[in-house]
């Protein structure tokens, strides 16, 4: 028998291939490269959000975050990662308590647990794609969000956003059933994942809609009053709180982090803000995102869903456009914000690819007779090669060595020790202790090292003029002492490989004088 014929048999058939394909593809995307820039520590400018306050847990015993500008679901995950990580170090002879140990290795197991949630999205993706749709369009949509640079570069970091995409996906998974059967049982788990969702990032408890429009589509038609939708709602906000129970206890301080984090957005991130938000996360989709075809698929695959209209389809269609009109609506724009809804948009491109596939059949049967899959096939692959290769140029950058953390060794090795040396945040550092001594004074050093991502942006910070950033490059970066070359298209920004500038300041110069703060 042909391996074709086996695998028809087989009771997942051409589907479970492809499925294994983008588990296996998924999991090697997400899960490689997570030491990038060990063993120093600062190489993301927003994983110490979550990875102090889990390791200050490990190290006190209180579970309390006292911090909740984010939520608090993945710091706890991560707190049971690290506790493993910790029994296995002292087993392996790294540590001999909780005193002793080294943040690196932690750091490592934060960034493979994010990858984990990250690869695990895909089987949520296909098991929920399954249950709307088919086999088919399931096998794409996790083979297109396989290979979706967004979210295999965000599966590297310990930030919330991977995490809550996957939260997102199983209450999908979890809506559907309610649509379907509609039981108390899966009204309990539909709030309760949704809880667990927001409790993963403020922003997606906008998926809680999906319990309503479950409830909508549940085929007992119930009322709004009855007793299962007022139990899928109390079980949102109780899934909330077991995830991010001290967002109750500390009421006052929990609503002033949320206050900061809004007014945050409302007012600009330095770098990451504009105007016509919406229509840039849009265009980054298009573009950076699944790419121009995958995209198009995306939106004949919605078209599709609305046309053939079912009630349930709502609960992949209006969270995603719901969710980008309010992320749209603030100044600041984070691309990785779109996290939540990546999963539900790779549902629509399977919906497309698999629904034009049959409507060009349905339109021109000899087409379809003639070539069928063999032509649906090479082109549904050269649809994916587009993110695919932006995707593996990014899993490469990371895989190779960092530029700081060669620069690292080359200011190890080559700066006099007991020089002054003044380093912009998330350039270089775990340096020796006492061999140098780091500057205060972004003005006044002997040696600077920076990068070409932040640089400009760090020397605006809090009032300080942009114009003081050119005097300095004028003065010491026309000449520097080192130049590690990373990529000037780097999309992860400033976190893998930058160049790194190393200068050295010249002592016949006069010091420049530090402007006065704003």
């Excluded at 909780?98 to 999205?121: D, N």
């Excluded at 939708?229 to 991010?244: D, E």
């Excluded at 803000?273 to 995102?289: A, I």
Aim: net charge positive.
């Amino acid at each position: 028998m042909r391996l074709p014929e086996i695998i028809k048999r087989h009771p997942l058939g051409w589907s479970g291939l492809v499925l294994g394909v983008a588990l296996i593809l998924g999991a090697a995307l997400r899960l490689s490269g997570a030491d990038f820039c060990l063993p120093m520590e600062h190489c993301h400018p927003d994983e110490h959000w979550l990875l102090n306050p889990a390791l200050k847990m490990l190290h006190t015993g209180d579970f309390n975050p006292h911090f909740f500008i984010y939520p608090t679901l993945f710091i706890y995950v991560l707190l049971a990662v690290f506790s493993l990580t910790f029994i296995v170090g002292v087993s392996a002879g790294l540590w001999g308590g909780v005193g002793s140990i080294k943040t690196a290795p932690f750091l490592l197991a934060g960034r493979l647990a994010a990858g984990l949630l990250g690869s695990l999205t895909l089987v949520g993706v296909y098991a929920a794609a399954k249950r709307l749709l088919d086999r088919e369009s399931a096998a794409v949509a996790a083979l297109a969000l396989a290979v979706m640079p967004l979210h295999v570069s965000n599966s590297h970091f310990i930030v919330t956003d991977v995490p809550a995409g996957f939260f997102c996906t199983l209450a999908l998974l979890a809506a559907l059933r309610v649509a379907g059967e509609g039981s108390a049982r899966h009204y309990r788990y539909a709030g309760l994942l949704a809880g667990f969702a927001a409790a993963a990032k403020y922003n997606a408890a906008l998926v809680g809609i999906n319990v309503l429009i479950a409830h909508w589509a549940n085929p007992r038609r119930e009322g709004y009053f009855s007793p299962n939708l007022v139990r899928g709602i109390l079980w949102c906000v109780l899934g909330f709180f077991i995830a991010s129970p001290y967002s109750f206890f500390e009421l006052t301080r929990f609503l002033d982090g949320m206050a900061h984090e809004i007014a945050h957005y409302r007012s600009g991130h330095i770098g990451h803000q504009g105007d016509y938000n919406r229509l840039f996360y849009l265009v980054f989709l298009g573009s950076r995102g699944f790419g121009p075809v995958l995209t198009a698929l995306g939106l004949y695959g919605a078209y599709s869903m609305v046309r053939r209209f079912r009630r349930e389809y709502l609960l992949v269609l209006v969270f995603p456009v719901l969710y980008i009109l309010f992320l749209g609506g603030y100044k600041v724009r984070f691309v990785r914000n779109l996290m939540p809804v990546l999963p539900y948009l790779a549902i629509w491109i399977g919906c497309g690819a698999v629904a034009l596939f049959r409507d060009v059949r349905a339109s021109w049967p000899r087409v379809g007779r003639i070539a069928g899959w063999k032509l649906a096939t090479p082109g549904l692959l050269m649809a994916l090669a587009i993110p695919g290769s932006i995707t593996l140029s990014e899993s490469y950058d990371l895989a190779r060595d960092d530029t700081r953390v060669t620069a690292r060794q080359w200011v190890i090795d080559n700066i006099p020790p007991g020089s002054t040396i003044y380093y912009q945040s998330w350039s270089v550092d775990a340096l020796p202790p006492g061999q140098f001594t780091r500057s205060r004074d972004r003005w006044n050093w002997d040696y600077y090292i920076g990068t070409d991502r932040l640089s400009r942006k760090y020397f605006a910070m809090k009032g300080w003029a942009r114009e003081k950033y050119d005097e300095v490059v004028e003065a010491y970066q026309h000449q520097p002492l080192m130049v590690f070359q990373g990529r000037k298209d780097n999309p992860f920004y400033y976190t893998a490989n930058p160049t790194v500038y190393i200068m050295k300041r010249d002592p016949t110069r006069e010091r420049i004088k530090a402007p006065r703060a704003r």
